[in-house]
């Protein structure tokens, strides 16, 4: 079934299996429910809660969340298509072994995630986030910038490190990562 044009405010998602195009959810509580054969194409999320939620080898297409919260969310295999996060909680969150495709995060806080073997993550774009001790070992950061970003404790694999974007601050913790002792 499909549900288009729709508005749904303040009330607790029940999962299903319809699809979501064009609709906005403010307020609504998607917490605790598995939300992998659930499809959302073009829709606007304010304020709501995915905490605990399960979007495992989920299709997010062209969608909006703002001051949202995903902690602790299973978004393991997920596919994310031109999809924004703009002032969104997403800690403790699973995000590895996912596809992003024009994935834009603004003032996010995503500390002690795990985006692991991202299997591409292309145009993605990390502005004024915290991703303190986020893992993503076994993801290949080459031309992702994440000068404006919070990158203390990350977790990197040595030869994911090529073309990744840093401020000569954040480098000289990364060098932590090659086994570098600095001295002035």
């Known amino acids: 079934m499909e549900c288009r044009n729709e508005n749904f405010e303040k009330i607790i998602f029940e999962a299903t299996d319809n699809d979501y195009n064009h609709c906005i959810f403010k307020n609504v509580d998607f917490s605790t429910c598995d939300l992998s054969d659930v499809y959302f194409e073009e829709c606007k999320f304010i304020n709501c809660d995915f905490s605990n939620s399960i979007y495992s080898k989920y299709i997010s297409k062209n969608n909006e969340y703002i001051n949202s919260k995903f902690i602790g969310t299973n978004m393991i295999e997920s596919h994310l298509d031109n999809v924004c996060f703009k002032d969104c909680t997403l800690k403790y969150s699973n995000l590895s072994e996912s596809v992003f495709n024009k994935v834009e995060f603004y003032n996010c806080d995503m500390s002690e995630s795990n985006f692991i073997s991202l299997e591409k993550i ?63």
């Open 122 to 184: 292309n145009k993605t774009v990390f502005n004024n986030c915290k991703l303190i001790r986020a893992d993503f070992r076994k993801t290949k950061l080459d031309k992702i910038d994440f000068s404006t970003c919070d990158i203390s404790e990350i977790m990197i694999n040595i030869e994911d490190l090529k073309g990744l974007i840093v401020t000569s601050y954040q480098a000289v913790n990364i060098s932590t990562i090659l086994g570098l002792k600095i001295k002035d």
